[in-house]
């Protein structure tokens, strides 16, 4: 089978194996699965260029890494005996990102089973894959859509819900939620695009901001709440973005931190306490490592098997011998969406 690995020494140079042996033998409890579409993530960009390896549970040697997590594919085989509950021949899966974390909250150890890093990822025509790491795929979406879910889908529900008790996420749209780029409750949406915040718009978001030309983009989450904040802020530019969303968190608020897509270093001159600012508001910030296989299935009951049928955003698809085209496309940040790649 044909596979894509990366020696974690750059984009451009991650290769395409043409003769990569096919898996054989599954143990108990482990089904085989083709993989259709895969999606990518800035975290395969960083994986692929390096910037994992401080990672206490990847090894040193990690040349010849499989990358990704994200993807639909559909289950070729069963193993014998009686540990794979409720999936057949044929069922089509998207897989979770920590294999281990099947439900509760994540611990040090679930770290070690990330698909893409630690483990060897997806980006391959066929894997093996636990059944407990599984989930299936509702039957409305597309293979594209469905690729699309397990790390976007999953950690947006987790911002909003993680301290929402199992079964019981949070309803309507009482409250606001801000999201930091356009990627449940009244959404405020900002981005440096204007053309992007028009689409946004159109999906339904109640209010744009382009920081860019508005800087001060949390002065004006202010005014549109009228002085109370979002509830949720969705926040993934890391030392760019922290200290105005902390201005714009509603008191008791909730910061979901998401990426760091500012940079991992702190600013020149731009030191804040959070203990102060957290103080101030009242405010709650939680780092978002996804969520478990249980977190997982109770999203797609709420938002993926309704009457309302949602369709991920899908900006382009490639096709699998252009995966290096998509890595340069995604590292480049115009899509507006998810990328994916076709592998069959």
Same mark, same amino acid.
């Given at each position: 089978?044909?596979?894509?690995?990366?020696?974690?020494?750059?984009?451009?140079?991650?290769?395409?194996?043409?003769?990569?042996? @096919? #898996?054989?033998?599954?143990?108990?409890? !482990?089904?085989?699965?083709?993989?259709?579409?895969?999606?990518?993530?800035?975290?395969?960009?960083?994986?692929?260029?390096?910037?994992?390896?401080?990672?206490?549970?990847?090894?040193?040697?990690?040349?010849?890494?499989? #990358?990704?997590?994200?993807?639909?594919?559909?289950?070729?085989? =069963?193993?014998?005996?009686?540990?794979? /509950?409720?999936?057949? &021949?044929?069922?089509?899966? @998207?897989?979770?990102?920590?294999?281990?974390?099947?439900?509760?909250?994540?611990?040090? &150890?679930?770290?070690?089973?990330?698909?893409?890093?630690?483990?060897?990822?997806?980006?391959?025509?066929?894997?093996?894959?636990?059944?407990?790491?599984?989930?299936?795929?509702?039957?409305?979406?597309?293979?594209? !859509?469905?690729?699309?879910?397990?790390?976007?889908?999953?950690?947006?529900?987790?911002?909003?819900?993680?301290?929402?008790?199992?079964?019981?996420?949070?309803?309507?749209?009482?409250?606001?939620?801000?999201?930091?780029?356009?990627?449940?409750? !009244?959404?405020?949406?900002?981005?440096?695009?204007?053309?992007?915040?028009?689409?946004?718009?159109?999906?339904?978001?109640?209010? $744009?901001?382009?920081?860019?030309?508005?800087?001060?983009?949390?002065? !004006?989450?202010?005014?549109?709440?009228?002085?109370?904040?979002?509830?949720?802020?969705? /926040? $993934?530019?890391?030392?760019?973005?922290?200290?105005?969303?902390? /201005?714009?968190?509603?008191?008791?608020?909730?910061?979901?931190?998401?990426?760091?897509?500012?940079?991992?270093?702190?600013?020149?001159?731009?030191?804040?306490?959070?203990?102060?600012?957290?103080? *101030?508001?009242?405010?709650?910030?939680?780092?978002?490592?996804?969520?478990?296989? &249980?977190?997982?299935?109770?999203?797609?009951?709420?938002?993926? *098997?309704?009457?309302?049928?949602?369709?991920?955003? =899908?900006?382009?698809?490639?096709?699998?011998?252009?995966?290096?085209?998509?890595?340069?496309?995604?590292?480049?940040?115009?899509?507006?969406?998810?990328?994916?790649?076709?592998?069959?």
């Amino acid at each position: 089978m044909k596979q894509w690995v990366t020696n974690q020494d750059g984009l451009e140079k991650i290769q395409l194996v043409q003769d990569a042996p @096919m #898996p054989e033998g599954l143990k108990e409890g !482990e089904v085989l699965v083709k993989i259709n579409r895969v999606s990518l993530n800035y975290r395969d960009t960083e994986v692929c260029m390096g910037l994992y390896k401080h990672h206490k549970h990847v090894p040193a040697d990690q040349s010849g890494l499989v #990358p990704c997590s994200d993807i639909c594919g559909t289950i070729t085989k =069963v193993s014998a005996g009686d540990k794979v /509950e409720g999936f057949k &021949e044929g069922d089509r899966v @998207m897989a979770t990102f920590n294999q281990t974390h099947v439900r509760g909250q994540i611990v040090a &150890e679930d770290m070690a089973s990330g698909l893409g890093l630690p483990l060897p990822g997806c980006l391959t025509e066929y894997r093996v894959f636990p059944a407990t790491g599984l989930v299936k795929v509702p039957d409305y979406l597309s293979d594209e !859509e469905a690729a699309c879910l397990p790390i976007a889908a999953v950690t947006a529900w987790m911002s909003i819900n993680s301290f929402q008790p199992l079964g019981q996420p949070m309803q309507g749209k009482e409250k606001v939620v801000l999201l930091q780029g356009t990627g449940g409750g !009244e959404p405020i949406i900002t981005s440096s695009s204007d053309a992007k915040l028009e689409r946004a718009r159109k999906m339904g978001a109640d209010h $744009t901001i382009n920081y860019k030309t508005t800087p001060d983009w949390h002065e !004006e989450v202010l005014k549109i709440t009228h002085g109370k904040g979002a509830d949720v802020v969705f /926040e $993934t530019g890391g030392a760019q973005t922290l200290a105005k969303s902390f /201005e714009c968190v509603a008191f008791g608020g909730l910061i979901s931190c998401i990426g760091y897509l500012s940079g991992k270093g702190g600013l020149p001159g731009n030191r804040i306490n959070t203990n102060v600012l957290a103080l *101030k508001r009242n405010v709650t910030l939680k780092g978002m490592l996804n969520g478990s296989r &249980e977190r997982f299935e109770e999203m797609l009951k709420c938002v993926y *098997k309704g009457e309302k049928q949602i369709h991920p955003v =899908v900006d382009k698809v490639f096709g699998f011998e252009e995966a290096r085209e998509a890595f340069a496309y995604l590292f480049k940040g115009g899509h507006f969406g998810k990328v994916v790649i076709q592998v069959s």
